[in-house]
């Protein structure tokens, strides 16, 4: 079982930036990606960004891409999120989440169904 803790959410201003931090711990050598996803009232849950493991595949979503950057130090069981530029759409509940599944070339990486474990979630409040 794998257990995921988020960090780093908060409040800023647009065109401010942030960092999350995904801390996993229990059978992390069975995870073989980690996403980000995101929730805002009224919506579904969307994929934001995604690495596998072993940094071969990163995903983002078209709404982020060149924004936010996914990565990782494994050393640490740790993912992060690099967001920067952000608008107030960004706004929302960003949740980490662990897939053990292979990543395969042909199924994308930021789909939801590919995620099993997931953590609490962390706010992210921009304002305009």
């Not at 050393?75 to 530029?85: H, P, R």
């Not at 990543?103 to 706010?123: A, C, E, F, K, N």
Request: proline share 2%; with cysteine; aromatic share 8%.
């Amino acid at each position: 079982q794998v257990h995921l803790v988020e960090s780093g959410g908060g409040s800023v201003q647009a065109g401010g930036s942030l960092r999350l931090s995904c801390a996993a711990s229990g059978d992390t050598a069975s995870i073989k990606k980690t996403g980000w996803f995101r929730q805002s009232p009224g919506k579904e849950r969307e994929g934001v960004a995604a690495i596998s493991t072993d940094g071969d595949t990163t995903s983002y979503a078209e709404s982020v891409n060149g924004r936010f950057t996914i990565s990782q130090d494994n050393a640490k069981n740790t993912v992060y999120l690099q967001m920067s530029s952000l608008k107030p759409e960004d706004t929302g509940t960003y949740y980490c989440a662990a897939g053990a599944a292979d990543v395969m070339w042909w199924r994308p990486i930021l789909q939801i169904d590919q995620y099993d474990s997931w953590g609490q979630g962390t706010q992210v409040t921009v304002s305009s």
